[in-house]
């Protein structure tokens, strides 16, 4: 069955630092791949997504990249502020089907 | 971004009783909807999915009887936990795509649901 792991439950960065946070996936091939940004009682809100054919995606401060060989999806905040502190869920999908969330990662950016 | 609602926000209610939570896409069509149930610390787990106008298609172990959906316009969709109990308590979170996001699905606040 599919897997999605998301490198750890919690991770804790200083500030100014880049985070890094990452999605690894067996017994799937996604077309694609989304992070989302979660914070405390709220629902997801969408960040970038990357296709299968693309190496990288940037946006601001967020990088993505996209390894369909490794299987694996890297999220990198660089300059981390407090601010960016929330749990960071990654989505794998195909065209036509549902999404399919991983755990997520609790980043917290220490002042 | 396309904007979704979600009311209430959050609800109290007694065991037996039944709950509706309306999801609500204020500035795009949303041909399709999906809700999501999430427990403390836990990741988004889908229950089903529905298509403007047609039944709702549930995951493996969600009892549609116990959920019940309804999407009854491009903008509106709606799911009714009848019969709550303790064990229902969890956050909802409904999500919609369609229109010019097709690959994206925008998601309401969310729901907790406490049944006591």
């Known amino acids: 069955s599919q897997k999605i792991e998301q490198n750890s439950e919690a991770l804790n960065i200083q500030e100014g630092k880049t985070a890094t946070l990452t999605c690894n996936y067996t017994?799937?091939?996604?077309?694609?791949l989304q992070w989302y940004r979660q914070d405390p009682g709220r629902g997801p809100v969408f960040l970038l997504l990357i296709r299968e054919n693309e190496k990288e995606k940037r946006k601001e401060r967020l990088k993505v990249t996209f390894d369909t060989t490794l299987k694996q999806s890297l999220f990198h905040i660089t300059a981390s502020q407090p601010a960016d502190s929330a749990t960071y869920l990654c989505?794998?999908?195909?065209?036509?089907?549902?999404?399919?969330f991983g755990p997520g990662t609790r980043l917290s950016v220490l002042p | 971004g396309a904007v979704v609602s979600q009311h209430p926000s959050w609800v109290i209610c007694k065991s037996g009783t039944s709950v509706k939570i309306e999801c609500r896409s204020l500035d795009f069509q949303a041909t399709t909807m999906f809700w999501y149930r999430q427990f403390p610390k836990q990741s988004l787990m889908l229950m089903a999915t529905?298509?403007?106008?047609?039944?709702?298609?549930?995951e493996q172990g969600v009892e549609k009887d116990k959920f019940l959906i309804n999407h009854a316009s491009l903008t509106l969709s709606t799911l009714t936990v009848t019969s709550a109990h303790p064990e229902d308590s969890s956050f909802y979170i409904c999500s919609g795509v369609g229109g010019h996001y097709l690959n994206e699905q925008f998601f309401g606040p969310g729901t907790r649901l406490t049944v006591l």
């Open positions: 989505a794998l999908g195909n065209y036509g089907q549902n999404f399919v």
């Open positions: 529905s298509n403007e106008g047609s039944k709702a298609t549930y």
């Open positions: 017994n799937y091939s996604p077309a694609y």
